[in-house]
C-alpha cells in the first residue's frame, strides 16, 4: 500500500543528490534556490534620492547646563544591506540665543562638512554621506551655554540600483 505513496513522495522530494534545478525535485529546487543566493551579493549600491527608506522622528531633547566642547548623541542608526551615498536630514533648534550645533558621525567618526547650526525655531538640514553595510550613523548636539538643543525627523534618503532596499535598524536613541 505504501508503494505508489513512496513512489510519488521520490518524485516530488527527490534525492539529495539531484541537479539543481529550478523545475525539479524538492532537493532539486532547494539546490537551485542555495546557488542563487551564493551568487547575490551582501550589499546593494546605493544613491542619494528624495525617497524616503528609513526615519527616526521622535523629539530628542538635550539640556546643556553649561558651556560643552563634547558633542552628545541623540540619534544613531545601524546600517546594513546597502553601501553608496545616502541623503541625510533632520530638524533642529535650541531654546535660546547661545551657540549650539548637531553634526553626524559615522564609526564615531566626524562627518565632513560644517556643523548644523541650531537656530531658535526648527530648521531642517541635509547631506549626502557615503555609508556602508556596517557602518553605524549618529547625530551629535554640543551646546556653548546653558541650553537645551533639541532635533526630530531623523531620516535616510536613497535608491537603490537592484530591487534588494537594504535594512536600516534603530541602533540607539
Not at 36 to 42: D, W
Not at 57 to 76: G, N, P
Amino acid at each position: 500500500m505504501l508503494g505508489p505513496f513512496q513512489a510519488v513522495l521520490k518524485r516530488v522530494i527527490g534525492n539529495s543528490t539531484d541537479t539543481a534545478s529550478s523545475t525539479g525535485s524538492v532537493h532539486a529546487k532547494l539546490e537551485y534556490l542555495e546557488d542563487q543566493f551564493e551568487s547575490y551579493p551582501a550589499f546593494r549600491e546605493v544613491v542619494a534620492s528624495g525617497n524616503l527608506k528609513y526615519s527616526l522622528d521622535t523629539q530628542r531633547d538635550e539640556v546643556f547646563t553649561s558651556a560643552s566642547s563634547t558633542y552628545i548623541m541623540q540619534k544613531a542608526v545601524s546600517v546594513t544591506g546597502i553601501t553608496g551615498t545616502v541623503r541625510v536630514s533632520f530638524d533642529n533648534y535650541k531654546t535660546a540665543a547661545v551657540t549650539a550645533d548637531h553634526l553626524l558621525e559615522i564609526n564615531g567618526e566626524y562627518v565632513a562638512g560644517e556643523p548644523k547650526a541650531c537656530l531658535t525655531a526648527w530648521t531642517t538640514h541635509s547631506q549626502d554621506i557615503q555609508l556602508a553595510s556596517g557602518d553605524i550613523l549618529g547625530l551629535y548636539a554640543t551646546s556653548g551655554g546653558a541650553i537645551t538643543a533639541h532635533c526630530r525627523n531623523f531620516r535616510l534618503y536613497w535608491d537603490t540600483t537592484s530591487t534588494f532596499s537594504g535594512v536600516v535598524t534603530k541602533y540607539d536613541a
